[in-house]
């Protein structure tokens, strides 16, 4: 599934409202997450799972093609972890 | 920065002050949004949302734990585990504020 076929479906369900809106509301709710992120904070959705964000330390790499070392700075990543509702649902068969 | 958790009333607020809908019904529409997300997921569909990142379902294995307790071996039955890989813009945006000290 991608955005675009969420959206339709999304549009599909609520025939009342305007493609437009529909398209605007799932971007929206990803844009807040994704900025949540990025000022530091958690998004925790119970039953979906929680967004966090876990830091790196800054490592020598090596560039797989020559061989070279290069300095990879520390840096942020996003981390999710699987709620228990949505955990169970991809066991149930 | 500010160490702070998002919760689903913040998101469907969000939505509201986007777009004209009653509080009630953002509410709603976050809710829908997450569970047609879970039922593809739930039918082993990957999930990509562009910008955002892609979930995807992976199975796994039977394997043999440890209880960590008594020692004593137990099986850990085969079973799906989700795996969310952000894209990169997602990681760019999450380094351009803020780098860790």
Redesign the interface.
């Known amino acids: 599934m991608t955005k675009s076929e969420l959206i339709q479906q999304l549009a599909e369900a609520n025939p009342h409202l305007y493609l437009r809106d529909v398209e605007r509301i799932v971007t929206t709710i990803f844009d807040e997450i994704t900025d949540a992120l990025a000022n530091g904070d958690r998004v925790e959705l119970r039953g979906f799972g929680a967004f966090s964000v876990k830091e790196r330390d800054s490592r020598t790499g090596r560039n797989p093609r020559t061989g070279e070392a290069v300095d990879v700075p520390a840096k942020y990543i996003p981390y999710f972890k699987t709620g228990k509702q949505l955990r169970e649902k991809l066991n149930t068969d | 920065?500010?160490?702070?958790?998002?919760?689903?009333a913040?998101?469907s607020e969000?939505?509201y002050q986007?777009?004209g809908?009653s509080r009630n019904e953002?509410a709603d529409?976050?809710e829908?949004?997450?569970s047609?997300?879970?039922d593809?997921?739930?039918k082993g569909?990957?999930?990509?949302?562009?910008?955002?990142?892609s979930?995807s379902?992976r199975q796994k294995g039977q394997r043999i734990g440890r209880n960590p307790k008594t020692g004593e071996e137990v099986p850990i039955l085969p079973?799906?585990?989700?795996v969310?890989r952000?894209s990169q813009v997602?990681?760019a945006?999450?380094?351009?504020?803020?780098?860790?000290s």
């Open positions: 920065m500010s160490n702070e958790t998002i919760t689903r913040q998101l969000a939505v986007e777009v809908l953002s529409l976050l829908s949004v997450l047609i997300i879970t593809a997921l739930a569909e990957t999930v990509k949302i562009s910008s955002f990142g979930f379902v079973r799906k585990v989700l969310f952000p997602m990681k945006r999450i380094n351009a504020k803020r780098s860790p």
